[in-house]
């Protein structure tokens, strides 16, 4: 398994699909955030046997991912998911997905593992107490899209005020280990430069 990034998953699948209904979040500097439910994109949620794999926890950090592998338009996202979650749960052995958010190419957010539970990783760090964010596609080899770019911001902003979290306290997988590049190097900037944290922050002041 490669361990610049959190997994490494690939699937076969379909033809991009779209989004029918979705869970409303508000924000002031953006009116609707909307992301995708667990149950609109297929999946199901974690049940008495999951939990009992998971660590209940409070979000105190937001951490950026990319998911390390080509994501290309071809993938339709909610297949994608689907085989995530079977790969996660049963491969893997964790509770659920490791991420609790996932951006897709035209910015949809997805709705991950329950954030009141902690992610997974193959990489050492416990990532207890983070927030996990992931950006679908390979950073090392593409540069994100605008579209993710403010979606990612979108759902930072989100975060850190449901959870009273600074803006000083986003970064990226690779500030909590040395095992990784992830976000990798055409996403990592946005982080080193204060893009997000700068973003976020004028969210929050409005």
């Known amino acids: 398994m490669n361990r610049r990034c959190l997994f490494l998953f690939s699937a076969a699948l379909l033809g991009m699909a779209g989004c029918a209904s979705v ?3 508000e924000t002031k500097s953006q009116p609707k955030l909307q992301i ?3 149950g609109d994109w297929g999946g199901t949620p974690m049940d ?3 939990i009992a794999n998971a ?3 409070v979000p105190r950090l937001i951490t950026l991912h990319h998911g390390g592998v080509a994501f290309l338009r071809d993938k339709d996202p909610k297949q994608y998911l689907r085989n995530l979650q079977s790969w996660s749960r049963g491969t893997r052995k964790w509770a659920d997905i490791p991420y609790h ?3 897709d190419l035209d910015g949809n957010v997805y709705e991950g593992r329950d954030i009141n539970f ?3 990783t193959n990489t050492a760090y416990d990532p207890t107490s983070h927030a996990l964010i992931v950006v679908l596609g390979n950073f090392e080899e593409v540069a994100p899209n605008p579209k993710q770019l403010d979606a990612a911001t979108a759902t930072m902003t989100m975060l850190a005020r449901r959870f009273q979290i600074g803006p000083d306290k986003i970064a990226g997988h690779k500030d909590f280990s040395a095992d990784t590049a992830c976000p990798g190097k055409s996403l990592y900037p946005y982080l080193q430069s ?3 944290r700068e973003r976020v922050a004028a969210n929050l002041a409005d």
């Open 36 to 38: 995708i439910s667990v």
């Open 55 to 57: 660590r209940r926890h």
């Open 194 to 196: 204060g893009y997000f």
């Open 48 to 50: 008495a046997t999951n």
């Open 23 to 25: 869970t409303e979040m």
């Open 101 to 103: 958010y996932l951006i």
């Open 118 to 120: 902690a992610g997974d």
